[in-house]
């Protein structure tokens, strides 16, 4: 009897080459996984940065911990944001975590649509991206941290502008507004000036945006980092504002967005992010559910000259990702 590669040797062979391909796709993809999660030594959370036609960038770690440290200690340790942190970790006690209690890094990310030049800040993720221009000879980066942003009555502004000037120990002017609210909530009344030190809510370094009154900023309370607490402005941790401070140039451009609903594609794999989105909006569940999928649907169009054809969704990905919505990135494409 004839085997069946006798019998039909065209199917077999475009059976076999399609598996020599799908084997040779993984491969690659593992590679850029790989070249994507290196982290050089020069900058903390400094990374490689994808190809314009990649979008996705960092790697998912999971550490162990113990009641030594409160998880808002290992946020500041690896650089991430207090309410990112309880959101990719809801049933970890934040004060007190159990002794080899499992705690999930959220340091996978996908890139904002935006321009990918200067800083970008996405306010619903309270993360900033910057995309700084390479030298000679050097690879091409992207540096992210997490950032604090305006309270629901003191929003932070969306929109383009640049970075008008930079200060080292910067003295902070409240403004009337904010002083007249201490009066009003009956605490002690703010005094006119703030000279540099510890007791300045600027912290050590300053970059003023072209956006009146709204800054980008240090603090002299790390713990806030990641949450909305500020007038305004965007804090970052000490450490972080620092290195920024002295990387950035005078007149970088600056792109502040909302984007609670992020999409990207690695290689033909498409992924979606989600985080709350901001409070002041007062989008329900099931508005939020219809705009995932309408956002899906208006990426795909935008992104169909890429060699990605009949695209499948994995249903049941999409909707434990719109019920998490930890803001983790997770995939929603199906291979069959």
């Keep these: 009897m004839n085997s069946p590669d006798t019998i039909h040797p065209e199917r077999t062979a475009r059976s076999k080459m399609r598996q020599l391909n799908i084997q040779t796709f993984k491969i690659k993809l593992l590679l850029l996984l790989t070249l994507l999660s290196v982290t050089p030594c020069m900058y903390a959370n400094s990374w490689i940065r994808p190809p314009g036609d990649i979008d996705i960038f960092g790697q998912i770690q999971t550490i162990t911990v113990s009641r030594a ?8 340790r690896y650089d991430i944001g207090q309410d990112e942190m309880m959101l990719a970790n809801p049933d970890v006690d934040r004060w007190l975590p159990e ?72 003295t902070w002017i409240p403004p009337q507004s904010l002083r007249k609210e201490a009066i009003d909530d009956g605490r002690p009344p703010l005094p006119g000036i703030v000279p540099a030190g510890p007791d300045n809510p600027l912290g050590g370094y300053a970059l003023y945006l072209g956006l009146s009154g709204y800054l980008i900023h240090g603090t002299n309370k790390p713990l806030g980092v990641g949450m909305r607490v500020t007038h305004g402005c965007m804090r970052l941790y000490p450490e972080d504002i620092e290195k920024l401070f002295n990387a950035i140039p005078t007149g970088t451009p600056v792109q502040i967005v909302n984007q609670p609903i992020k999409l990207g594609w690695l290689g033909d794999l498409l992924y979606i992010e989600l985080h709350p989105p901001l409070e002041e909006e007062n989008v329900t569940a099931h508005d939020f559910e219809q705009e995932v999928h309408q956002v899906i649907s208006e990426f795909l169009d935008k992104t169909a000259s890429r060699k990605v054809q009949n695209i499948r969704i994995d249903q049941q990905a999409l909707e434990s990702a719109i019920q998490a919505r930890n803001g983790i990135p997770t995939l929603i494409s199906r291979d069959d």
């Design 69 to 76: 440290e409160t998880l808002l200690d290992v946020a500041r």
């Design 99 to 170: 002794d080899g209690a499992k705690v999930v890094l959220p340091l996978r990310f996908i890139i904002p649509q935006a321009e990918r030049a200067g800083l970008v800040i996405n306010l619903p993720e309270m993360r900033l991206y910057y995309f700084p221009e390479p030298t000679k000879g050097q690879k091409s980066e992207i540096i992210t941290h997490p950032v604090s942003i305006g309270r629901m009555d003191w929003n932070t502004p969306l929109g383009k502008t640049t970075v008008v000037r930079k200060q080292k120990n910067p």
